[in-house]
């Protein structure tokens, strides 16, 4: 098992940037699947991007070219870089650690409020 502890929701108009961080501990940070997701009220929770050890990326058809996720092994961090925020993007953002296809991890969360 790894712990995360996600930093960085917050409120921002639409148009806006936020990052997110996500502080893992407890394991070999490189031997995780790091990835985002989301759950907005009234839904389902839902894949926002993921990375490899190596840096492989995928991303939700709904974030591509405003979302980038990144990872420093070095800091054991995985970010999220969101860009050109929209109100639909309002949710509460989790981060998660996978390994063999299976759940290490979640964070608590942490909210992020598009709105103007």
């Known amino acids: 098992q790894v712990q995360l502890v996600e930093s960085g929701g917050g409120l921002v108009q639409p148009g806006g940037s936020l990052r997110l961080s996500c502080a893992a501990s407890?394991?070999?940070?490189?031997?995780?699947?790091m990835g985002w997701y989301r759950q907005a009220p009234g839904k389902q929770r839902e894949l926002v991007a993921t990375?490899?050890?190596?840096?492989?990326?995928n991303y939700a058809d709904s974030v591509k070219g405003r979302f980038t996720i990144s990872r420093d092994n070095t800091k054991n961090t995985a970010y999220l870089q969101m860009n050109s925020l929209k109100p639909e993007d309002t949710a509460v953002y989790y981060c998660?650690?996978?390994?063999?296809?299976?759940?290490?991890?979640w964070g608590q969360g942490t909210q992020v409020t598009v709105s103007s």
């Open positions: 998660n650690a996978k390994r063999f296809g299976a759940n290490a991890g």
């Open positions: 407890g394991s070999i940070f490189t031997f995780y699947v």
């Open positions: 990375i490899t050890g190596g840096g492989s990326t």
